[in-house]
């Protein structure tokens, strides 16, 4: 990628939390910047993560003190880790001889909605970094957090430096966005759970998106989706191994390749799943929607959902599927609805334990059979199936958790192959 662009071009560089885990691997990343910039490419813009484990250990020590902190001290305390992250990088640089300018998101003016701890990028100031270029500066650029119309520091989302790093790409009008991990690409399968998973080497935005979104831990999906809207090339690429290793490209359909012979493309497995049952519900559709505009103010997203017809005493039934991580605050905003609509008859159910298997592939578009295939290869594993949802380019079932990994190394026999 970086022979076809020329010296001019802005690059944007992410650095996930493994890739700066220790002050060797930081060191080693530095000197590769090091080198791009003694080769002539002296736009480049780097977004890192906190160091692997560092944001666990801040949120733990949050609930410690306080389970139920405001989101204002919560996102106060998260984004420390990619602060020690641009110091560290910046540091590096410099003892590799590159001049670099060590940003902040309130110093740089990544400016987000009000939302703590799932804030939304609203716009991107670039006029430091620019100006930091004119001088022969590598910009370091923390990655995860912004600030909001109040200043108060605000985070993206678990996996956000994805986003950040999509997000400053479009704004400079990068060539294109590199997101450096400890895995060569997007594989068919987690590598962990299916041995004989393969590295795809083109991916299309649609496919690469459902996969994120289904439980592919590459790539964190707003960055996806952000990088289709403007059609942002990505790059995934190992940042422990040479500029020449194969790696995942993705990119519009048309640039990716003709991918009509691909029924499914990759399987993909989240196993972070919970079931909300609600019934009791009256015929009246405002009660759902109601429950469902609640559950969206808290940024909770809703995934498979189950609505029965009335049953003989007139009450409906809900069921639906969302991030076991939500299911506490979804218990909450609903039964605090209930209490203050006077809904007394509605119950709540909770499940958790449970996993979603998803196959992905815009060749399902035009291929018929799939969703017979795919039970089949689970019914056939004896693999009870809970919930099931589709869409022209993918299916995902819901399964017990402890059999995700037989599900999805089913789905993959069938589909990819072994």
Request: hydrophobic share 45%.
């Amino acid at each position: 990628m970086y022979a076809s662009l020329p010296k001019t071009a802005s690059i944007v560089q992410k650095y996930g939390g493994t890739s700066v885990g220790t002050g060797e691997r930081i060191k080693a990343v530095a000197e590769r910047i090091a080198r791009q910039w003694r080769d002539g490419y002296h736009h480049l813009a780097i977004v890192v993560s906190a160091q692997s484990g560092e944001t666990n250990r801040l949120v733990d020590m949050m609930r410690s003190v306080n389970p139920n902190a405001s989101g204002v001290a919560y996102d106060m305390a998260l984004a420390a880790g990619e602060q020690v992250s641009v110091a560290l990088m910046s540091a590096a640089l410099e003892a590799q001889g590159i001049k670099a300018l060590p940003l902040l998101a309130h110093q740089l003016g990544i400016h987000t909605d009000e939302l703590h701890a799932k804030a939304r990028i609203r716009h991107i100031d670039t006029d430091l970094i620019e100006r930091g270029w004119e001088r022969g500066a590598v910009a370091v650029i923390a990655g995860f957090q912004g600030v909001n119309s109040d200043h108060e520091i605000t985070t993206l989302g678990r996996g956000g430096s994805d986003t950040s790093a999509v997000a400053l790409a479009v704004a400079l009008k990068a060539g294109f966005c590199e997101i450096n991990t400890d895995v060569d690409g997007v594989y068919t399968a987690d590598p962990r759970l299916v041995p004989s998973a393969r590295l795809i080497e083109s991916l299309e935005y649609e496919t690469a998106f459902e996969m994120a979104s289904l439980g592919s831990k590459v790539l964190h999906p707003r960055c996806v989706e952000l990088a289709a809207k403007f059609h942002m090339p990505l790059i995934v690429r190992n940042t422990f191994t040479s500029d020449s290793h194969r790696r995942t490209r993705i990119m519009p359909q048309s640039a990716a390749g003709s991918l009509e012979e691909l029924v499914v493309s990759g399987v993909t497995t989240d196993r972070q799943i919970a079931k909300l049952t609600l019934t009791g519900l009256r015929q009246d559709s405002a009660v759902i929607s109601e429950i469902f505009q609640s559950l969206g103010e808290l940024g909770i997203n809703v995934d498979i959902i189950v609505h029965d017809k009335p049953h003989a005493d007139q009450s409906l039934r809900l069921g639906f599927t969302i991030a076991s991580s939500d299911l506490d605050a979804a218990r909450k905003v609903i039964a605090e609805l209930a209490a203050s609509k006077g809904y007394d008859s509605l119950k709540i159910v909770a499940e958790g334990g449970l996993a979603k298997v998803s196959a992905v592939g815009v060749g399902m578009r035009s291929y018929a059979g799939v969703a017979g295939r795919t039970f089949n290869a689970l019914t056939s594993q004896g693999i009870v199936i809970h919930m099931i949802s589709t869409s022209e380019i993918k299916i995902s079932v819901v399964v017990d958790e402890a059999e995700a990994t037989r599900a999805t190394q089913a789905l993959h026999r069938e589909f990819v192959g072994d």
